[in-house]
């Protein structure tokens, strides 16, 4: 309870407080009043609150305040405690009440924090406004939150560009708003008083008893001035019934000496009441009153007549006590009236000065007595018109009682009309036909129970529909609450995740330079100075070193050489070049990564956007199959979440054989397998020997091909193999095994070989990975003459410092760019080339030197440009701006040009293939002896 009191007790104690407070009619406490009424009213009142502990739960009364600050609803036994009971978070919770509870009409259910509250209010009315009450101050409060986290996101940022957050969500209004109920809810029902003692809290409930035992210790002294006739009656007490006996009689407007008979015969009736007080009998002491038992067996005439009389007794002492009141109110009114005629006698005096006229002096005597006494009149007629509202408003709703009553009495007359005409009729053919009387008797006292109990079935039933409807639109509303609080929290999730993301690539720059300080006061130093210095430095590179490496203990793993790296959630590892050590690597790659975190900083929206776009398209997909369309093409280009490229893929690989996969059996993979790979141990499979050698260095930097007991390995093997019995003519080519070795990254074994098939006999042209790579040859002509057109500065400083861009680009397309590329970027690559084609290689392979321009045209020297080249794939990371490059800048981009230059160069590469054919075999008869031309191949020649 003590984490909870602060509030708790500030709202205690503002209840407190509007109990205690007194205020008298005319004062500034009335205009301090009028202002707060503008504000937003305090949400108080007493609920039923259904017990959560014990075998038999009931409804104890609680004293219910909100909290605003921490939008959280406390309970106490009374309105006096300190500390509260227990509370309820408002802030995640739900409202529901059911229809069809007739016997507690009152009755809702809050939900929250996985537990569920059921509350009781008076009747339907005040429950309806708790409910309307509680929703709006929980979305006030949801706005709050989120208007303060969007003021500091823009302190962080600093003017930088930043995601937009969720703003008001404006929807109609569906239910009308409800009128505060009259004397259920607010400060004014604390006054009501009651509640049963919490067993559960039994420690609170001491503690409250006692703060409130001493604080009506304190104001003892105002509790004895009140038996008084001087005695103020306090704001609550004037809100009692008794408000009729505060009108002022018109008699105060005449003579003075009829104030002083007035002020005597209300001092007699004071001093009357006091007397029937003292002289009023009392229950004997052992007649056991206070603690009567009605339950018992005991009970005897005598008793009931004790309590009679001290029933009796009571009513006496409420009727003096009310009498009491009312003459110490109009005590209190003559004498404030005489205070005032007093002040103003006092000023007049003072303006005048002791030489005024006397005349003048009788004659402002006597306005101001008459401006008093109409003062006092306005006040009266005002509260008399407060209570004329008051009567209006219960005239009113008594009214539509009424109303309703008659509607229903005509419609029972209508009804009970129909019966007397159908009796009649009835009687009238029981006076023609007196064959059978009792029967048709029978039937018409039938008919007419019958018709009265359709009609109160129909009352009911409408009484019914009202209800659900006013449910449904209850519930109907509180959706759209639940989905602007969705709203709101998606927002400061947005908020906080920027704010995350500049802070850890501000955590990773420092790391990255602190680092680097290290590493240069690492060097050794001249003379003996290197002692203590060095030995720091060492202490200190290794505790960075072990700090990053528990920070990333989930991606480690240990190499055979001892070092330890991390890898991304595809399995990557992140290398040290090979002319740098593991520290400096380390450090930019650091940097890269505040860079990365920087560049998504910027691009948070759209990528926030494009998973929401995929969401909605995969949920309105549910299980039907992918279909090619416009839609999904965007898509694709904007780039495939992790969770569904998988699943994209495999759609995608089905667009190209699911008709040759339909000729085929069911289990045509597994039986290729059982049949070929598994029996025959591939002794006669000219490709196996180089598949073999070639596992290990498929994608010798990913955790699951690093050695021969990878997990991947196997399922790497077979697909290979079983690839090469499958296509004969083709086998096995160096760039099939990173194909097949990426697509297991996200496809089943059989899903992987289907997807090697689709690519190497569907998507690329045919002898693209076929013994002379024909294709492979032509596609680096047609992607030399594009760059001439689409980067015409890099063609021409290439062909200055005479430089074969095909010795960069010609494993790109070979393995569609899984080679020394980032993960991020070759996948992104990956989708659209499933979806699209091979004109997606030439796309990004233009993209890659229009985004790399400048730096190329730096280097001066064939040398320079060759290294530089070599490390070109690594260093594209923006795969968004290369997208736009790709698809967007360099536009147009027609298929048709490529297949035309396709069938150009093609045939050039067929007639130099067919001129290097015939070079080899005169070489081979001319040169190598006849006994031994049987001993060379191709290769060897």
Avoid at 347 to 371: M, N, T, Y
Avoid at 517 to 544: D, F, I, W, Y
Avoid at 652 to 671: A, V
Avoid at 789 to 812: M, P, R
């Amino acid at each position: 309870m003590a984490e909870r009191s602060g509030e708790a007790i500030g709202a205690a104690t503002n209840s407190t407080i509007a109990v205690t407070q007194t205020s008298t009619p005319g004062s500034k406490s009335d205009n301090t009043a009028a202002n707060s009424k503008s504000k937003q009213e305090k949400l108080c009142g007493y609920l039923n609150k259904l017990g959560a502990r014990g075998l038999v739960k009931t409804f104890k009364t609680r004293w219910f305040v909100y909290g605003t600050d921490s939008c959280k609803l406390y309970y106490y036994r009374t309105p006096q405690d300190i500390l509260p009971l227990g509370d309820i978070d408002i802030s995640s919770a739900s409202f529901s009440f059911d229809v069809e509870n007739t016997e507690k009409p009152g009755l809702f259910e809050i939900s929250a924090d996985g537990r569920s509250y059921f509350l009781e209010a008076k009747d339907r009315h005040t429950m309806m406004y708790w409910l309307q009450e509680l929703q709006k101050r929980r979305r006030e409060h949801s706005y709050k939150r989120t208007h303060m986290t969007r003021e500091s996101l823009e302190q962080i940022t600093k003017g930088r560009r930043s995601a937009s957050i969720g703003g008001d969500l404006d929807y109609p209004p569906i239910l009308s708003p409800v009128v505060a109920p009259e004397g259920t809810v607010g400060e004014d029902t604390a006054v009501q008083g009651g509640g049963n003692w919490s067993l559960t809290n039994f420690k609170n409930e001491i503690r409250n008893t006692v703060a409130t035992y001493f604080r009506s210790n304190r104001h003892s002294e105002m509790a004895d001035v009140s038996t008084s006739p001087m005695y103020s009656p306090s704001s609550e007490q004037q809100s009692l019934p008794a408000v009729q006996e505060c009108s002022v009689d018109q008699s105060l407007l005449q003579v003075p000496q009829q104030q002083g008979q007035q002020k005597q015969r209300a001092g007699r009736d004071f001093k009357l009441s006091s007397l029937k007080r003292k002289f009023r009998p009392k229950p004997s002491e052992d007649s056991e009153i206070s603690t009567p038992q009605m339950g018992g067996q005991d009970l005897t005439c005598h008793k009931c007549r004790q309590l009679q009389l001290y029933v009796v007794s009571l009513k006496d002492d409420l009727q003096a006590i009310e009498e009491e009141l009312s003459a110490n109110r109009e005590v209190v009114k003559l004498l404030q009236k005489q205070i005032d005629i007093l002040q103003r006698e006092a000023q007049a005096r003072q303006l005048l000065g002791s030489q005024g006229d006397p005349q003048v002096f009788e004659k402002i005597q006597q306005q101001d007595k008459h401006i008093v006494d109409l003062e006092h009149l306005l006040a009266a007629t005002q509260e008399e018109k407060e209570l004329f509202k008051l009567q209006a408003r219960a005239s009113e709703t008594d009214l539509k009682g009424i109303t309703d009553q008659i509607t229903m009495y005509q419609e029972m007359l209508v009804l009970k009309d129909e019966v007397v005409i159908s009796l009649t009729n009835q009687v009238f053919e029981l006076e023609q036909s007196q064959g059978q009387p009792n029967k048709q008797v029978t039937v018409s006292t039938n008919t007419t129970l019958k018709a009265i109990a359709d009609a109160k079935e129909v009352e009911r039933l409408k009484d019914k529909c009202h209800g659900y409807e006013m449910q449904n639109k209850f519930l109907n509303k509180e959706i759209l609450e639940l989905n602007a609080l969705r709203s709101d929290d998606e927002s400061r999730e947005k908020a906080l995740i920027i704010k995350f993301m500049e802070m850890e690539a501000k955590f990773y720059q420092t790391q990255s330079k602190y680092l680097l300080l290290l590493n240069e006061l690492h060097k050794p130093q001249r003379g003996g100075e290197e002692s203590q210095t060095q030995e720091m430095v060492c202490q200190l590179l290794e505790e960075a070193m072990e700090s990053d490496v528990q920070h990333r203990v989930e991606n480690l793993f240990h190499s055979s050489t001892g070092s330890t790296l991390d890898c991304d959630r595809y399995g990557f590892y992140k290398l040290p070049s090979e002319d740098e050590t593991v520290l400096v690597t380390h450090a930019k790659q650091l940097q890269r990564q505040s860079d990365e975190l920087a560049s998504k900083m910027k691009e948070v929206d759209i990528e926030i956007s494009n998973n929401v776009k995929w969401e909605n398209f995969m949920v309105g997909l549910g299980n039907r199959e992918i279909l090619r369309n416009a839609e999904l093409k965007m898509l694709i280009r904007a780039g495939i979440p992790h969770q569904y490229r998988g699943q994209v893929w495999k759609s995608c690989i089905n667009f190209r054989i699911s008709k040759f996969r339909e000729r085929l059996h069911p289990n045509y993979y597994q039986e290729l397998v059982r049949s070929k790979v598994k029996r025959s141990n591939n002794k006669h499979n000219p490709a196996a020997k180089q598949i073999e050698l070639d596992l290990l260095r498929t994608l010798p930097y990913n955790r699951h091909y690093e050695s021969l007991d990878s997990d991947h390995i196997p399922k790497l093997r077979r697909v290979l193999l079983a690839y090469s019995w499958h296509n004969p003519c083709i086998g096995y080519c160096q760039g099939m095994n990173r194909i097949v070795a990426l697509a297991l990254l996200f496809l089943s074994e059989e899903d992987a070989f289907w997807c090697l098939v689709a690519i190497v006999d569907y998507i690329m042209p045919p002898d693209y990975y076929s013994t002379t790579l024909m294709a492979a040859q032509t596609d680096q002509r047609v992607l030399k003459d594009l760059i001439s057109g689409k980067a015409s500065n890099v063609y021409a400083h290439f062909e200055q410092c005479d430089v074969d861009i095909s010795l960069f680009t010609f494993n790109w397309f070979l393995t569609v760019y899984v080679d020394n590329i980032p993960p991020e970027t070759f996948l992104r690559i990956w989708d659209t080339f499933l979806f699209e084609g091979t004109k997606v290689l030439f796309r990004y392979a233009i993209a890659f030197f229009k985004h790399a321009e400048e730096q190329i045209l730096q280097q001066k020297s064939q040398i320079a440009i060759n290294k530089y080249m070599r490390n070109l794939g690594e260093k594209m990371t923006d795969i968004r701006r290369l997208t736009q490059i790709a698809f967007n800048e360099i536009n147009p981009f027609p298929m048709k040009h490529i297949q035309q230059r396709r069938h150009y160069h093609l045939a050039q590469v067929k007639e130099e293939l067919k001129e290097l054919d015939a070079i080899r075999e005169d070489f081979k008869t001319n040169t190598i002896p006849q006994d031994r031309q049987d001993y060379w191949s191709d290769e060897d020649i």
